[in-house]
C-alpha cells in the first residue's frame, strides 16, 4: 500500500535530500551555492494537503 505525501512526509524528505546534497559536495560548496534557496522554493511549490 502506498503512503500518502503529506506536506510533514515532503518537508522529511527534502530535508533528508539536502543533507545528502550537502554531505555530496561539502559545507562550503553547499553554503555557497543556492540549495537553501531552491529548497524554499520547491517547499512554496509543493501543493500538498
Not at 550537502?22 to 551555492?33: F, I, T
Request: no cysteine.
Amino acid at each position: 500500500m502506498e503512503k500518502p505525501v503529506t506536506k510533514a512526509l515532503f518537508r522529511e524528505m527534502l530535508a533528508e535530500e539536502m543533507r545528502v546534497i550537502q554531505d555530496e559536495l561539502g559545507e562550503h560548496r553547499y553554503s555557497s551555492g543556492r540549495f537553501d534557496d531552491a529548497a524554499r522554493l520547491m517547499e512554496a511549490n509543493h501543493h500538498l494537503r
